[in-house]
């Protein structure tokens, strides 16, 4: 009786072994394993379902990114780099990465007069994380207004050249947060097929405009559904637009 016991015991531990669900930190370990060995099909389904679980995780947009790297597919690569990037702009590893997959590129976008007046002006930006820049602009918010209230508490004069600079530097500042927050929440999306038609209009889907290729950054400006197809309207940055079907846009 005690040895059906003990094998009954054994017989729930071993089932409940291979039930249970393993953590999200075994599940990574397993898939950098098969990354490590090349399977890289299979890591990259469980690097997918662990994204579900940790939506926001830049490291693993990271992985997946390197994942599709080392498969040929340079859209799904790219669009999660960029993904990484937004949270990640100081990780060395990643924007090298980014920079070997853009380098082949087929399409070779111009950015526009506005983004290059901004990157000039702005050019530290690109070192921060949006968190990072905002969390700055409150340090900075709370450090003017606190000297301020205390200048004419004391009834000093304000307009001395260090409290002239503080503010320019303050509106600098304040201006670069704004139009980061603009660009930031303008939707981008990758190109996923290795060729994709831009369309004149979701209605009229036989005059192509133009052809884009793998991996090439676009900005997502409009969203139409038609019969059974989701369509994006999107924009290049020297102004060029048009229509494509959603599933050959990654969304960043």
Known sequence: MIKKLIALFFLILFLFHFTAG????????????????????????IFENLLQEELNNPYLFYDLGNTFF????????????????????RFSDLKLNLNLSRGKLVDKIEISFWEYLYGTFYFWVKWVSHN????????ISLVFWGDLIFLFSKKRSFWKIRHVLFVLFYIYLLIGHSISS????KPYGTVLPVEMQVRASYLDT???????????????????????????????????????????????
């Open 132 to 139: 990072e820049l905002q969390i700055l602009l409150v340090i």
């Open 70 to 89: 080392q498969q040929g597919q340079l859209g799904k690569a790219i669009r999660y780099y960029e993904k990484a990037y937004q949270s990640l702009p």
């Open 182 to 185: 603009e660009l930031r929440e």
């Open 22 to 45: 393993a953590s999200p930190a075994e599940l990574y370990e397993s898939a950098k394993k098969a990354y490590y060995e090349q399977n890289y099909q299979e890591a990259e389904e």
């Open 206 to 252: 036989e005059k192509t405009l133009f052809l884009l290729h793998e991996g090439t950054k676009v900005r997502l400006i409009d969203e139409q559904n038609f019969g059974e197809d989701r369509w994006l309207r999107i924009a290049l940055p020297q102004g060029q637009k048009g229509w494509v079907k959603a599933e050959e846009i990654g969304k960043i």
